[in-house]
């Protein structure tokens, strides 16, 4: 059987994605709260910036990949008003249900699903915009899930990678302090997982940084991908548009 990473460690594939599930099922209940700490409120930042730069259009058709609790979902769905479509996907059963519960209890009714970015449920050239925060640093066959996303977009539609990258060196010390130290603590405090939050901190390091997920995403076919740098490379926003 195959083997990859989880984050530091080396696991069979399909263990990885149980252990993955693991970690999504344990910090569903208190996802939003723990970004909002663990980011001290930048990760709002961070997604506003997307939506402006997706500059969707009403009519839109939009697939929001690993969109767990719904903040782009929601966003888009406002862009593209009543004639547009956003679809909110995640591969986590639980992640989905406190997205979908959480847009019903605001009012906004969106297609959801269940299902693995490297196996879209979708028809080729079905979307304008796939969008994906957060989430590819845990899919097992990157390579695979971007050839997907490329695949369900219409020629000359665009791809938004929202991820964790690679900061800054003079602030890779204090950065690594932070995530090694005081994120497992945090995770603990408010979510009773100080596990799942010390994954996270590993598997950032074991994500491609930004010129590697250039590459891999200009290999998958997107014949231009621009690199925007947030809070010095802390995150990254790749954009990729299909040839």
Not at 8 to 33: I, L, M, N, P
Not at 38 to 65: C, E, F
Not at 209 to 227: C, F, I, P, S, T
Request: one cysteine or more; proline letters at 3%; glycine letters at 8%.
């Amino acid at each position: 059987m195959s083997q990859t990473h989880f984050g530091f460690q080396t696991v069979d594939e399909q263990e990885k994605a149980r252990k993955v599930r693991g970690v999504f099922d344990s910090v569903a209940s208190r996802y939003d709260v723990m970004n909002d700490l663990m980011s001290m409120g930048m990760h709002r930042a961070w997604k506003a910036y997307t939506v402006a730069v997706a500059n969707l259009q009403p009519g839109d058709k939009v697939l929001d990949i690993a969109g767990g609790t719904g903040d782009l979902a929601r966003a888009f769905a406002r862009k593209v008003g009543a004639t547009g479509t956003v679809v909110h996907t995640d591969i986590n059963e639980a992640m989905l249900r406190q997205g979908r519960d959480r847009l019903l209890d605001e009012g906004l009714v969106l297609p959801t699903s269940i299902c693995d970015a490297e196996v879209l449920p979708f028809r080729h050239d079905s979307f304008d915009l796939v969008s994906v925060a957060f989430g590819l640093r845990n899919m097992t066959h990157k390579e695979q899930a971007l050839s997907e996303m490329c695949r369900v977009l219409r020629p000359g539609g665009r791809l938004l990678v929202l991820e964790f990258s690679k900061v800054a060196a003079p602030l890779e010390k204090a950065y690594d302090w932070y995530s090694f130290n005081v994120l497992p603590r945090l995770g603990q405090w408010v979510a009773g997982d100080a596990e799942s939050y010390r994954y996270l901190a590993e598997s950032i390091r074991m994500h491609p940084g930004q010129q590697e997920l250039k590459a891999l995403m200009k290999a998958a076919g997107y014949g231009h991908v621009d690199v925007h740098n947030l809070s010095a490379g802390v995150v990254a926003l790749h954009v990729g548009i299909k040839c």
